[in-house]
């Protein structure tokens, strides 16, 4: 019996238990359970556990049980079939233990607080940074948001009294690295409200290679060429100074021909840029080159600028740049305020533009636009190439009123949509939002190495990470991440480092209340499945006391003694 251990079945009624999550408002369990009768409570993971301990308030008449996850609870107390939940809710890693349960939601109120914080998770050695986000306030008192690096206080702005207020900081780092920006609210008096880290991980800028063909020369390639080669890029360039000759220039780059378009030199090459003029007077051989070059992933951008050149070039080329073929740049070009995509600053100079030439269909991304939403500047695929083009005209004019910002985010979205991709630069991403101690960080891998290895980092600290290929495309890994301390992370393959950060459990307090309540309420209404009728009673296996077999044993014993004394 030992052995087998002998169980039986037991039906016995369907109870309910009251959850306690992280946030849960003991005041509010109190009155709850003046006026219901529940058969338990659970407190649900070890940081709810250890704040009922920290609590001096806890009544000794609660008896309140600490659990792991709902799978032990379902293991271990399998009468509970409701579950009547307290706190923030759940998190996406506890779904796969809801499913057995009833639930019913006493959710705790979002604190006010940073309730949302935005910030791109690496941005390139020169880019500026936008930090985003939503910060709600109930007190009603006068408050300053600042945001500030470690030395010196960036930028403020006044917060609403009550309600949330958006926000919006930049800021441009001088050097490569991982930085600590802090963001934080302030009373009038100089007391901090709440306080928060903004990672941000600054890395080397991606070079590429140019090759610019010009018609004559202006001062808006002019500008564009000192821009490229001062950031590192690789230039060339050939202008046609009269009908015989051009001129050929090289930046960052060795001298070559550039007399014609051949495969093997597009091959050397991320990008070309080229005028309407340049792109009508291409040979017959030129064009056939550029098709191939394009097809194998050369990104091509178009300036319109010249209406009488532009008639000029064939309706299949339009066609493959995204302009109409009947469309013609008219010379009352009128200013408009551009809007770059993935850039939304307000106050922009306006500049020369046409504003009803491209069209915006499903095959093209709008790169930037004018007030009205009107396309701009556009990309589009061809093979595994891009073609670009933009009716934007003397964009040299920002770097020359001093916004400097707005000329590199106008070309730095051109040129990064139209490059040509690096198929074995391998590249990882962080899949989670809002990394934190103890709680499952997914993290992909992009890479054409058969059996790739990673290696988290984190000080002195190191782990391995086993990946798990996607079932449909072979170039994609994924694995999870369980970090054991805050800060800074750095995962590699051998060939390609990234770094993350993993914030504390007392950090983004209201980010995570938000992102918990509204997942807990997604779940429960749409998600989890229902059930027609709850059930009455409920199945519970229970072991049998194995003293009975004891004494069944020693009697059997006993009696094979008595026995043989009979007899003998």
């Not at 079939?81 to 233990?97: A, Y």
């Amino acid at each position: 019996m030992l052995a087998l251990q002998p169980s039986r079945v037991l039906r016995v009624p369907a109870t309910e238990a009251v959850l306690l999550t992280e946030g849960f408002s003991l005041s509010r369990l109190t009155r709850f359970l003046d006026t219901a009768q529940v058969s338990h409570i659970f407190a649900l993971g070890p940081s709810v556990w250890q704040s009922l301990q920290d609590s001096a308030r806890v009544e000794h008449t609660l008896r309140i049980t600490p659990v792991p996850d709902l799978a032990f609870l379902h293991r271990h107390f399998p009468d509970v079939h409701k579950l009547i939940v307290f706190g923030w809710g759940f998190e996406h890693s506890d779904t796969t233990d809801l499913a057995p349960f009833d639930i019913s939601l006493l959710l705790a109120d979002v604190p006010s607080g940073f309730r949302w914080i935005s910030v791109p998770p690496s941005v390139s050695f020169g880019q500026p940074v936008f930090v985003r986000g939503l910060y709600y306030q109930a007190s009603g008192e006068a408050t300053m948001l600042c945001f500030a690096s470690a030395s010196q206080i960036l930028d403020s702005l006044p917060l609403q009294p009550i309600g949330n207020t958006r926000f919006e900081f930049s800021t441009t780092p001088k050097q490569t690295g991982q930085y600590l920006y802090t963001l934080f609210s302030r009373t009038a008096s100089g007391d901090t409200l709440w306080q928060e880290v903004v990672p941000i991980s600054v890395v080397p800028a991606d070079t590429i290679t140019v090759l610019l063909i010009e018609s004559a020369p202006n001062f808006e390639t002019r500008q564009l060429k000192a821009w490229l080669a001062a950031r590192g890029n690789h230039v060339a360039s050939r202008t046609t100074i009269s009908k015989e000759n051009t001129f050929s220039e090289f930046l960052n780059l060795s001298a070559r021909s550039l007399n014609a378009l051949t495969e093997t030199l597009l091959q050397d090459f991320d990008v070309l840029l080229l005028d309407a003029s340049s792109l009508a007077t291409l040979s017959a051989g030129e064009c056939i080159a550029l098709r191939r070059a394009i097809e194998n992933g050369l990104g091509v951008f178009l300036f319109l600028n010249d209406a009488a050149e532009l008639k000029r070039i064939s309706s299949e080329w339009l066609r493959l740049f995204g302009v109409p073929a009947a469309a013609t740049v008219p010379d009352d070009l009128h200013d408009a305020k551009v809007h770059i995509r993935d850039f939304p600053v307000s106050d922009v100079p306006p500049l020369p533009a046409v504003t009803a030439l491209l069209r915006s269909d499903g095959r093209s991304k709008v790169l930037a636009h004018d007030a009205a939403e009107r396309p701009l500047a556009i990309a589009k695929v061809h093979g595994l190439g891009h073609l670009g083009c933009s009716t934007v005209q003397d964009t040299y004019r920002w770097a020359l009123a001093g916004r400097s910002e707005l000329y590199a985010a106008y070309w730095s979205t051109i040129l990064k949509n139209l490059a040509r991709p690096n198929a074995t630069q391998p590249e990882w991403r962080l899949l989670t939002v809002l990394p934190v101690v103890d709680q499952p960080l997914m993290l992909e891998l992009r890479t054409l190495a058969p059996f790739p290895i990673s290696v988290v980092r984190a000080g002195t600290m190191q782990d391995s990470l086993f990946l798990i290929q996607d079932l449909h495309e072979p170039t994609i890994w994924r694995g999870t991440f369980w970090a054991r301390q805050a800060g800074w992370h750095a995962i590699s393959d051998g060939r390609y480092t990234m770094w993350f950060y993993v914030f504390d459990k007392t950090a983004r307090i209201a980010q995570r209340a938000l992102v918990r309540h509204a997942f807990t309420q997604h779940y429960t209404n749409f998600l989890r499945p229902q059930a027609h009728r709850p059930p009455q009673v409920v199945q519970r296996r229970v072991a049998l006391p194995l003293w009975p077999f004891l004494l069944l044993f020693v009697a059997a014993v006993g009696y094979l003694w008595a026995e043989r004394k009979v007899l003998f």
